[in-house]
């Protein structure tokens, strides 16, 4: 399915100037068509359950969403179905950290190291007494210490708000998931209690947690998530609307973050084979920024061992290869290889 802005605006102060045209729209959405009829029928993994309520996805969900940084956005499949962005939530609530704190400060609280560790390992960096990074839980825990408010709620509302902007409508919690995260989020506890008696977060341990889980537990869906990835890659302007949403000055660190540490323990081979800033969670959603030009994302709720879509590594691999989106890629020109098909 494709939808464009109204009359194919560029909003005006696009940072490009490549809007596509409706002959290479219609290439572009084939290709996602394609992708998505080749990986449909691939049924490896399985959804998590550790978190009950994710338990209840459909493990035949799929959905695939690219949007430009013109705002123009290609779907495919089960592209407007919600799930909670789960641990997708954390660049954006490392980016928010980094606005409210400054680097120096939320740096002291998180380190920018990958881990090699899966993403709920009960660890700290040994070098620094830090955790590795903000992508793995024990990082994001911190930086939900660093954003959250007083009363509790403030802070989810705010997060909540500003994410509704860089997805371009309202955003909301899934209470039935936040509820189920609460309740048997005891390894997440285990982490808080474990930065807690490391000096890296204060004694609000509950509303530590509260507001990571509340982040986790937002609901948004394939669209959502290319557009708030778009956002980051239109240095912080949401592509339709035009608001400023992020500081554009600190989206280079938080993507760096992504590249490195956005998969956790197969973010080598995801830098290696698809070569983009990119988040995945355990709802099943992956997005990935070209920067300055596309957000990408992919829904499918079955996993693989390290907690990865399995369909939506797939999707991501061939889209990027597809589109030429490695940030290294021979031509490193992303999205506007599409320029050569005119
Ligand atoms: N809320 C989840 C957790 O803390 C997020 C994990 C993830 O998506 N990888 O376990």
Request: glycine share 10%; charged share 20%.
């Amino acid at each position: 399915m494709m939808e464009t802005t109204p009359g194919n605006e560029i909003p005006q102060n696009s940072t490009t100037t490549n809007a596509l045209s409706p002959w290479l729209g219609l290439q572009l959405q084939k290709i996602i068509d394609g992708i998505y009829k080749k990986y449909r029928d691939i049924d490896d993994g399985a959804v998590a359950t550790y978190i009950p309520e994710l338990g209840k996805a459909n493990p035949k969900d799929f959905g695939i969403c690219l949007a430009t940084v013109e705002g123009q956005v290609y779907t495919a499949g089960d592209w407007d179905k919600e799930f909670t962005i789960q641990s997708m939530c954390k660049p954006f609530a490392f980016q928010l950290a980094l606005e409210q704190h400054g680097t120096e400060k939320t740096l002291k609280h998180v380190g920018v190291e990958p881990s090699g560790e899966a993403f709920n390992s009960i660890e700290l960096d040994p070098k620094s007494g830090r955790p590795f990074n903000p992508m793995v839980n024990a990082g994001a825990i911190a930086v939900a210490s660093l954003i959250k408010q007083s009363p509790v709620e403030a802070g989810v509302d705010a997060f909540v708000e500003t994410m509704g902007k860089a997805a371009g409508r309202k955003l909301r919690i899934d209470q039935s998931v936040f509820a189920s995260e609460t309740a048997t989020g005891h390894r997440n506890r285990a982490i808080a209690y474990l930065l807690l008696n490391a000096g890296i977060i204060d004694e609000e341990v509950p509303q530590s947690l509260h507001q990571y889980f509340a982040q986790c537990s937002m609901l948004v869906n394939c669209k959502d998530l290319a557009m708030m990835a778009a956002t980051l890659g239109n240095i912080g302007n949401h592509p339709v609307t035009n608001e400023r949403v992020f500081d554009f000055q600190l989206i280079k660190h938080v993507m760096a973050v992504m590249f490195s540490c956005g998969l956790y323990d197969y973010a080598g081979n995801w830098a290696f084979e698809v070569g983009l800033p990119a988040k995945s969670g355990v709802s099943g959603g992956i997005f990935g920024v070209v920067n300055r030009q596309l957000g990408i994302s992919v829904y499918s709720p079955k996993l693989d061992a390290q907690g990865n879509s399995v369909r939506g590594i797939l999707a991501c691999r061939e889209l990027a290869s597809h589109f030429g989106l490695h940030a290294f890629d021979f031509s490193n020109v992303g999205s506007s290889f599409m320029q050569w098909l005119l």
